[in-house]
Nanobody, 130 residues
Framework: QVQLVESGGGSVNTGGSLTLSCEASGFTGYSDYVMGWFRQIPGKEREGVASIERDGSTTYADSVKGRFAISREKRNIVHLRMNSLQQEDTAVYYC????????????????????????WGQGTQVTVSS
């Protein structure tokens, strides 16, 4: 069973930075897994933020391009560096994972959809205030 544990959430002022981290356990055999991040504001649907394949190829939501950077350390650890944070970035951030579809082309073509990820962490709160 795949389990994801997030860390690094917290509060920051507008324009500040935070780094989220996620460690996965339970990845099986030699299968490639894509990992990523979603976020959710109360009352709204979950929004894909970024994903990263094992080969390091990435996909980003338009709303975070140029401000957020996803990176992968080893097979099962992913980081999300968030710069120039704005109040609209306030949300619960979830680490996600699933078997790779063969590359970032899949999500670059389709976008980041919650239904494409079977495994979810518990979430970590990020609050950006003025």
């Amino acid at each position: 069973q795949v389990q994801l544990v997030e860390s690094g959430g917290g509060s920051v002022n507008t324009g500040g930075s935070l780094t989220l981290s996620c460690e996965a356990s339970g990845f099986t055999g030699y299968s490639d897994y894509v990992m990523g991040w979603f976020r959710q504001i109360p009352g709204k649907e979950r929004e894909g933020v970024a994903s990263i394949e094992r080969d390091g190829s990435t996909t980003y939501a338009d709303s975070v391009k140029g401000r957020f950077a996803i990176s992968r350390e080893k097979r099962n650890i992913v980081h999300l560096r968030m710069n120039s944070l704005q109040q609209e970035d306030t949300a619960v951030y979830y680490c996600v994972a699933d078997l790779s579809r063969g590359g970032s082309w899949y999500f670059n073509l389709r976008g980041l959809a919650a239904a494409d990820f079977a495994y979810w962490g518990q979430g970590t709160q990020v609050t950006v205030s003025s």
